[in-house]
Structure formats: C-alpha cells, structure tokens
C-alpha cells in the first residue's frame, strides 16, 4: 500500500531564506507527484505536477524535483517571504489514478 | 481558470440528520473526489466517480454515499450524520484518467455535526 510521509511536520524560518521541503513515497510505480499549498481553513492550491518521467518542475521562486527510484521529491523555496506561509502537501498518482496525501509541511516565514 | 465550487463553506447538522454536500466544477472534468480532512490523519479519499452514473469506494466509504447524476456536480451524502463525521470536507476534480493530469480542489466545507 502506498505511503506518503512528510517531513519535517512543522517549520520556522525567517523571511529571506531558501529553503527545502521533503516528501517520500513507499511504491515507486507512480504517475505523478503534485505539490499543493493550503491556507488555514481553506481548499487546496495546485503548485507544480511532475510526471513520473521527469525530473523537475519550476514556478517562479518554487522548484520541485523527483527521484522516483529513491521514492523522494523536493520543493525547493527561494528567497522566502511572509506571505509563503501556509501547509504544503504532496501528493502521488498510484497506479489506480488515485491521489494519496501526505501529512503536509506547515511552514511559518517570520518577517 | 477551473473552478471546483463546494455549496457551504460552514455547516452544523444534528445527530441522525441526513446531510447533503454538494460540489460542481465548471471545466468539464471526468473525475471528481470527495476527501475528509482531519488533524493528525490527513487528507483521506471517501469516494470518486470516473464518469456521469459511475462511482467507486475510496479508503474510507462507511457511512457515506454519493451521486453523480450530471458530468460537473457530485454530491456526498451522510445518511444519518455522526459525531465522528465531524470533519474539513474537500471536493476535487481532474480532467481524465492520464498521468499528467493535475487534480483541483474547492475551498472546502467545514462540517459540524453536534
């Protein structure tokens, strides 16, 4: 059964950083990755898909890798700001076309 | 822009009533979801619908129904609403059964049962 693990669960950085969030999966027999943001009591934002046979996505200050051998993916933010903060999901396509969640990654950027 | 619209952002139903949420998405899409979300578990599928009249179970179906009797609404129905149904409920769509297809969200109902 397909595992989606996050970590870490909570982080705090200050404005300005770079910085990574992890995302690992159990089955790497997947179609592919999405990395969502979800503001406090609200829906879900699609950031950045990656196919199962690429490598990286890039959005504006959001990069995103995946090494589906290893079952790990990357969403690298750059140049962090306050208004980046919110939970970040990832979420992998199994092979039943289905989207198994991660725990998510609540991030607070202080000003 | 694709637009998945959830009925109630806020509901609060009595024990035993049947509820009804409603989500309609505007794009067309094929597939549609119903998730709960819950602190500590994440998001988890209740069930998901492939094509107009067709449903499957997700992980967690007990206590749940759903109908999709038209291509851009899909409904989720608690038949006799419980405490434990207490939960952040999100509807999703995506275009159809291919690997690059990317899944969106509504902006979620926040359900109460008491």
Redesign the interface.
């Given at each position: 059964k397909q595992e989606v693990t996050q970590i870490p669960a909570a982080l705090s950085v200050p404005e300005g950083e770079n910085l990574v969030l992890n995302c690992s999966f159990t089955d790497s027999a997947i179609?592919?990755l999405?990395w969502?943001r979800q503001d406090p009591?609200?829906?879900?934002?699609?950031l950045l898909?990656i196919?199962?046979s690429q490598r990286e996505q890039t959005s504006g200050r959001l990069n995103a890798s995946l090494d589906k051998s290893s079952g790990r993916s990357t969403l690298y933010i750059a140049a962090s700001q306050p208004g980046d903060s919110a939970t970040y999901?990832c979420?992998v396509?199994d092979s039943s076309?289905?989207?198994i969640?991660?725990?998510?990654t609540r991030l607070l950027v202080r000003p | 822009d694709v637009k998945v619209t959830q009925s109630s952002r806020y509901l609060v139903k009595r024990t035993g009533e049947k509820v009804f949420l409603e989500c309609v998405q505007d794009m067309d899409h094929e597939n549609m979801f119903w998730y709960r979300q819950d602190p500590g578990l994440g998001l988890r599928l209740i069930y998901f619908s492939y094509d107009v009249k067709m449903k499957e179970k997700g992980d967690i179906p007990e206590g749940y129904s759903v109908s999709r009797e038209k291509k851009e609404r899909f409904s989720l129905i608690l038949e006799s609403a419980s405490t434990n149904q207490t939960s952040m409920y999100l509807c999703a769509s995506s275009l159809e059964w291919l690997p690059n297809t990317e899944a969106f969200f509504g902006q979620g109902t926040r359900l109460t049962v008491v």
């Open positions: 179609y592919n999405q969502f009591g609200k829906g879900l934002t699609s898909l196919q199962s999901l979420a396509m076309y289905k989207l969640f991660g725990s998510g | -």
